[in-house]
């Protein structure tokens, strides 16, 4: 229903009016949409020049290394989707709703990852745990649980320091879109500060709740550098991003191929889970 009052509210426009404005604002839509295109067709239309079968596609898309990378970027980017959650909307309902002294330079601070460029981060993480108290740190968890750094563990801290930032910012913005004064009158109404929180603003939120997770959960997928830096490339860390990266090396440019259109089925389908969830939004 509320999708339904918004799109009657602010109606598409039918069609833009030929003026400079539009035809120029239209031209640059169409050029940037071909040129998105033609990257795609570009990949596909190489195999074809390659005389490339769909059943060497296959043998090579199943092949046991390019499976396990593949399936060790599904199973870290669900870990790291499960984190980015757990941290991501109650930060972002921090940032929305209360004031503290240092508030400006928090949010500042939060959205660091955003602009900072992802191999930067790995260099980050290799001189804090190249320090004492980060060998300390290591040596306790592989104390406590058998693991080092170069493993699951090291692949999902890339991935959840790289893409966090952009799920807390979405949360945000979602959260400063429900009216605060609904909750003040649940509470009036008996709701603790807690149900207020979980029965009134992450309901009407949650459509933008979802969409940043499933837009970090894409980010977190196609983390290269800091994965390459700080956890390495062999085979028992390799992911998709880091499997496209050695087999382009050795000119094996079919596989990364084959892999990028694997990565970019999977970024259609969160990007389609996330307009789909837009408020005021349809497909037309």
């Known amino acids: 229903m509320a999708r339904d009052r918004t799109e009657h509210e602010h109606p598409p426009v039918a069609g833009p009016r030929a003026n400079l404005l539009s035809v120029l604002s239209v031209g640059l839509l169409g050029l940037f949409v071909l040129f998105i295109l033609s990257l795609i067709v570009a990949d596909v239309a190489y195999l074809g020049r390659r005389d490339y079968p769909p ?35 109650p930060i972002g309902y921090a940032l929305s709703r209360f004031a503290f002294r240092g508030h400006t330079l928090v949010n500042t601070i939060v959205d660091v990852p955003i602009v900072l460029p992802p191999i930067i981060t790995g260099i980050s993480l290799l001189v804090l745990f190249g320090s004492s108290v980060g060998r300390a740190i290591e040596d306790g968890l592989y104390s406590a649980t058998g693991w080092r750094l170069a493993s699951l563990i090291g692949i999902v801290m890339c991935q959840f320091l790289v893409s966090v930032s952009y799920s807390i910012r979405a949360c945000k913005a979602s959260f400063d879109s429900v009216d605060r004064q609904l909750e003040d009158v649940a509470m009036t109404l008996g709701c603790s500060p ?15 709740l979802v969409a940043g997770s499933v837009m970090a959960w894409a980010r977190a997928v196609g983390v290269f550098g800091p994965i390459m830096v700080f956890v390495g490339t062999m085979t028992h860390v390799r992911v998709m991003p ?29 990007l389609a889970v996330v307009h789909w969830l837009a408020p005021g939004r349809k497909w037309t």
Do not use: H
Request: proline content about 3%; aromatic content about 8%; hydrophobic content about 60%.
């Open 55 to 89: 059943s060497e596609f296959w043998r090579n898309l199943t092949a046991p290394e390019v499976l396990a990378a593949i399936r060790l970027s599904v199973i870290s980017s669900l870990i790291t989707l499960g984190l980015v959650i757990l941290f991501s909307v």
């Open 194 to 208: 807690w149900g207020a929180f979980w029965r009134v603003a992450v309901p009407l939120a949650r459509n933008g």
């Open 242 to 270: 880091t499997a496209i990266w050695l087999e382009l090396s050795t000119g094996r440019i079919e596989v990364s191929i084959a892999i990028s259109l694997v990565m970019l089925l999977m970024a259609a389908g969160a």
